[in-house]
T-cell receptor, first 112, second 111 residues
Framework: QKEVEQNSGPLSVPEGAIASLNCTYS??????FFWYRQYSGKSPELIMF????GDKEDGRFTAQLNKASQYVSLLIRDSQPSDSATYLC????????????FGGGTRLMVKP | EPEVTQTPSHQVTQMGQEVILRCVPI?????FYWYRQILGQKVEFLVS????????KSEIFDDQFSVERPDGSNFTLKIRSTKLEDSAMYFC?????????FGPGTRLLVL
């Protein structure tokens, strides 16, 4: 059973701070990793993906991947109250119809 | 910007009834998926579909479930005889081929 684990939170940060969200996965052969944001009652919204070890930046978001440690993280710089949501880490299984396995999500609260 | 659409947004049905959830994937995508999320739980994979056939299905996707691409634009999920435990948000997604974009979901309530 492939597992994706996240701290459920809530993670509370003040406005303007850096929020750091973490995810670990069990399948060492995984190659593709995704971060989605989900507002309450809404669908997952893609933030970014990462395939290679190291950092990938997109605006205020930075994804970090360490395949040796089976660890993915998402940094949100200059956090805004509108960033308050649940952040879902997802791992792709190319050998199983491109299914995504999701973690349970980390709830982020950005306080004004 | 292209997006995945789903209808209906909400569906209430009686236990044992059949429901069909509809999705219009992004037009140039070739891979289609259904996921579900029971309230307060993880998003769970149900099925993936490529080249007019199922690529992969989960243990949840039993004989009560079926998928179909009846024409060039729609992708449907049918639940033949709904159970109380089928109450959930059902999300359709599409990709070309890996990055999956999700529709707004259908909230299904089985009474």
């Amino acid at each position: 059973q492939k597992e994706v684990e996240q701290n459920s939170g809530p993670l509370s940060v003040p406005e303007g701070a850096i929020a750091s969200l973490n995810c670990t996965y069990s399948d060492r052969g995984s190659q593709s990793f995704f971060w989605y944001r989900q507002y309450s009652g809404k669908s997952p919204e893609l933030i970014m993906f990462i395939y290679s070890n190291g950092d990938k930046e997109d605006g205020r978001f930075t994804a970090q991947l360490n395949k040796a440690s089976q660890y993915v993280s998402l940094l949100i710089r200059d956090s805004q109250p509108s960033d308050s949501a649940t952040y879902l880490c997802a791992v792709l299984n190319n050998n199983a119809g491109n299914m995504l396995t999701f973690g349970g999500g980390t709830r982020l609260m950005v306080k004004p | 910007e292209p997006e995945v659409t789903q209808t209906p947004s909400h569906q209430v049905t009686q236990m044992g009834q059949e429901v069909i959830l509809r999705c219009v994937p992004i037009s140039n995508h070739l891979y289609f998926y259904w996921y579900r999320q029971i309230l307060g739980q993880k998003v769970e994979f149900l099925v993936s579909f490529y080249n007019n056939e199922i690529s992969e299905k989960s243990e949840i996707f039993d004989d009560q479930f079926s998928v179909e691409r009846p024409d060039g634009s729609n992708f449907t999920l049918k639940i033949r005889s709904t159970k109380l435990e089928d109450s959930a948000m059902y999300f359709c997604a599409s990709s070309a081929p890996e990055t999956q974009y999700f529709g707004p979901g259908t909230r299904l309530l089985v009474l």
